[in-house]
């Protein structure tokens, strides 16, 4: 009976260790359907890695995306991915493999969260940023990739000519 009890406990624990929070108020959405959301509607990704009990992507989620203007901006221009950076939910990437989003974490090397990456409709990667970012590092980077600069410029050149 006693190892009913472990196993039941060690079921609870792995079940909320699993689980990440996006921020609050978004319609965050799962790669696969945010891949096939952006094909339809031409939109870029922005995907965002977090993961369970990371500090600074809660601090990022109440401090930066707590903006309605933000929020309002990345709706209505991005298709927005939440991948748990430590999850075994499974994926499916452009070229059909399936992986996880442990898996796609270490490909995109996103070691420490928060990491956000942007993507193509197609999935194709055009940039990525770790860690802390302000709302006006998140409009600039939309001005970057909803301007299309990311084309003929490096992020650095763009935010150095302040275009």
């Known amino acids: ?3 009913i009890r472990m196993l039941f406990a060690a079921c609870c624990l792995w079940a909320t260790a699993a689980l990440a929070d996006p921020p609050p108020g978004y319609p965050f959405v799962s790669f696969d359907a945010g891949l096939k959301a952006a094909r ?3 939109k870029p990704i922005f995907l965002y890695f977090g993961r369970y009990g990371c500090a600074w992507c809660d601090h990022t989620n109440k401090t930066t995306f707590s903006d309605p203007a933000l929020k309002k901006l990345y709706v209505d221009h991005y298709e927005l991915v939440y991948v748990d950076a430590e999850s ?3 994926l499916t990437l452009p ?3 399936r992986i996880t989003e442990a898996e796609l974490g270490a490909r995109l090397q996103a070691f420490a969260t928060p990491l956000f990456v942007y993507l193509t409709p197609q999935g194709d990667k055009i940039m990525q940023i770790p ?3 302000t709302v006006q590092d998140f409009r ?4 970057y990739v909803h301007g299309g600069y990311y084309k003929q410029k490096t992020l ?3 935010l150095d000519g302040k275009s």
């Open 1 to 3: 009976m006693n190892w």
């Open 40 to 42: 339809a509607s031409g």
């Open 88 to 90: 075994g939910k499974r």
């Open 95 to 97: 070229s059909g493999e």
């Open 131 to 133: 860690g802390f970012k």
């Open 140 to 143: 600039d980077y939309d001005r």
């Open 156 to 158: 650095l050149q763009f």
